[in-house]
């Protein structure tokens, strides 16, 4: 871990010192010994806002099959380091930080000393875990020759491809790690994302982020299915963390994978997916229920008059057209059109202000899918979404990331990929 | 209002025909005629999420005295019609559109017709209002030349001067209007600016917005003060909802106003504050504490113990220095040091990714401030806090807006300033 002395007395620890729990602040300022890295929460919340408490060390990590909280905060970042250490170490030190954060605890002590910047940033003080979860990932560009990683690369961590319909940005593609935190409170989410970036400074640098205004996807049988930007019930058909057997087939890596250390993982792919919404805002509402193949307002598909009715792709007109449409949406991405593939959907709205060059909203919604294979599964539906869905329109994939989500670290001083870097 | 032909059977209707609450779309579809105009709430919340709603109509408009809520959308409108009467049916429409939103209503059906658009784009149904206010106000720029309102332009609306330490780009200052969208759910909040936007074509286009995720100002005496995104809690000593002569006093026009039509009403002032996050978190908790004047982890001043103990600007330590230096942010914002006057202050925190330029976070506070007279109250406060405060440092002004906001609609058919338009 870097130290600098732009302070008074930093205290020097050893450079393994993160593995006992403790934390630093990389940079800025080190500490040693077991306790300290145990924060104290400086103030007990005293408006009954304090959340749950989701566990963060396990077999899976959390944020997956976690009823999916309302708001996001989302950041890929790129090691500058060049040593695999200075990776390990970062590692080690967000992982310590998630643990503490995950129980609503700062990073380390606001006051710690007058004389030494506070290790954890404050403005979520007060403000509980309020159910936050932090998830992080590997990208495949950290499997390149720099940290000697070549040989563990796990073969479903393939490159995405270019899909039909690609506009993607660069500066909101890609990345050698990623970090999702939700949190039902988006301050709570936010502190996430801009301590962990603290703690990386000397080792890694924020490349791309973004914030997640609105759930859009429910992700358990007890939550309401939440509506999109399009104004349409998004997620209906979701794998819901109730269904283990959905999670064991679609989500969580298996003993299928070439890499021991993915078993117990996940694939996460992003897609930030801007909506156009000034032109689907005039289209008629007929035509909107025909791009998606639902009806707007109950959520029901156009083969049914309730929203959890069946989906009947093979339900004709009196014509003989099919009346979910050969083209929509629902179709398109449906299991029985892909292989019988599922993937778990976690997004959320997203906007970003006005585009500079057309003066319309930047608006849409920032796509998060887990799976055990994108070979098998993101990439062969949005191939085919890509190039016959209805919704293209309407739709841009204006940002894209692939990571690879390690099982959980099983307790304090494991890490996510310890064993990638043994 | 203008009516495009681009769908089949757009409905015409007269060009008052919002003056009875009917609603149009501009530039898509207009419906007249009095029942139309009143939505249907297609789908009650099923989950309890219904907040409560906040009266639109009255005396003053909502979102000023009103407890603060947690979330933010905010936007600022360019006029790009050249008629008054233009602008007098934007807000006619904007004002029925107000009034059914404030209640957790669409601004129309989202199942009118499958042969026509939805009238509302259906995001936020379900959703409840969440305890909505719908804020509007009027640029200096409204009182150019172009709507023959140069007569009615109040002389508290004179533009902002340079203010020391300025650094604002054009792209997120100024507008001929506004409109402050608060709720305590950002999916409604943002359902507001989106509608608006919609119903505007034609008439106004959007010049600039910005999303805040979590509040930082606390308005009532039955709220928690929050922290800001410098770790410190903020408007400890804010005006309070309950404190009717407070408002008398510093925030509501009174007699005193050389134009009738904004009395009654108060004058918005928004500042979009980038910190500089990464150099403040690497000072000293000492020295952030001396450059706001209170202690970071109980929000007392440097005076006292806790949050509420006066703030005591004469106290001075052992060597005759001041407790709270000379420089300190609570001293040079005090009434005390602004010869007595005050503001009320509605901020929120926001994030706006990367700054593509440093690669560090695009992040702070976007200030809001209401007030009787910004020439007495806003500007000199701020030119003193530009010119002295300590906090300069880590601070930067990167956009603004000065707003007339008049008083609230009285009832259906009524709008914000219609007495401009006659």
Redesign the interface.
């Known amino acids: 871990m870097t130290l600098t002395h732009?302070?008074p007395e930093p205290r020097r620890t050893s450079r393994r010192g993160f593995l006992g729990g403790a934390l630093g602040t990389a940079?800025?300022l080190a500490a040693g010994g077991a306790g300290f890295g145990v924060a104290r929460a400086?103030?007990p919340a005293?408006?009954g806002r304090v959340g749950d408490v989701v566990p963060f060390y396990g077999l899976h990590q959390a944020g997956i099959a976690t009823p999916a909280q309302d708001?996001l905060?989302f950041a890929a970042f790129t090691v500058t380091a060049t040593e695999a250490d200075q990776v390990a170490q970062l590692l080690g030190t967000w992982a310590a930080a998630a643990a503490q954060l995950s129980k609503g605890l700062p990073v380390g002590a606001?006051?710690?000393?007058?004389?030494?910047?506070?290790i954890?940033?404050?403005?979520?003080?007060?403000l509980g875990a309020a159910n936050l979860t932090i998830t992080v990932g590997f990208g495949p560009s950290l499997f390149d020759d720099r940290f000697g990683l070549q040989g563990k690369r796990p073969a479903a961590l393939a490159d995405l491809p270019a899909l039909p319909g690609d506009t993607l940005d660069p500066?909101r593609t890609g990345g050698d790690l990623c970090v999702q935190a939700c949190s039902d409170?988006?301050?709570v989410a936010?502190h996430v994302?801009?301590n962990f970036?603290?703690l990386a400074?000397g080792t890694a640098?924020?490349?791309?982020?973004?914030?997640g205004?609105?759930r859009t996807s429910s992700t358990s049988d007890k939550q309401?299915t939440e509506?999109?930007?399009?104004?349409?019930k998004d997620g209906t058909n979701n794998i819901k963390d109730e269904s283990t057997a959905d999670f064991d087939d679609y989500v969580w890596v298996g003993a299928e994978s070439d890499q021991g250390w993915m078993r117990g993982g996940s694939y996460l792919v992003a897609r930030r997916i801007r909506m156009l919404?000034?032109s689907w805002?005039?289209?008629?509402?007929?035509d909107?229920?025909n791009v998606i193949g639902r009806?707007?307002?109950?959520g029901a598909p156009l083969t049914g008059k309730n929203e959890f009715d069946t989906v009947d792709l093979q339900a004709t007109k009196k014509g003989g057209q099919p009346v979910i449409p050969i083209d929509a949406h629902i179709r398109l991405a449906s299991p029985e059109t892909n292989a019988g593939q599922k993937i778990l959907r976690r997004g959320y709205?997203y906007?970003?202000?006005?585009d500079?060059e057309t003066?319309l909203?930047d608006?849409g919604l920032f796509f998060i899918c887990f799976q055990k294979d994108p070979r098998k599964q993101f990439v062969p539906i949005q191939r085919k979404l890509g190039s016959h869905d209805a919704l293209n329109e309407y739709i841009r994939h204006t940002g894209s990331g692939l990571f690879a989500v390690p099982p959980a670290p099983k307790a304090a001083g494991d890490w996510w990929g310890k064993e990638l870097f043994q």
């Open positions: 732009d302070g940079g800025v400086t103030e005293a408006d708001r905060a606001v006051d710690n000393s007058p004389l030494a910047p506070p954890d940033t404050g403005e979520a003080v007060g500066n409170d988006p301050t936010f994302i801009r970036a603290r400074r640098v924020m490349k791309w982020s973004q914030l205004f609105g309401q509506r999109n930007l399009l104004g349409f919404i000034e805002d005039i289209d008629y509402l007929a909107q229920e009806f707007k307002t109950s709205s906007t970003d202000g006005i500079p003066g909203l608006a």
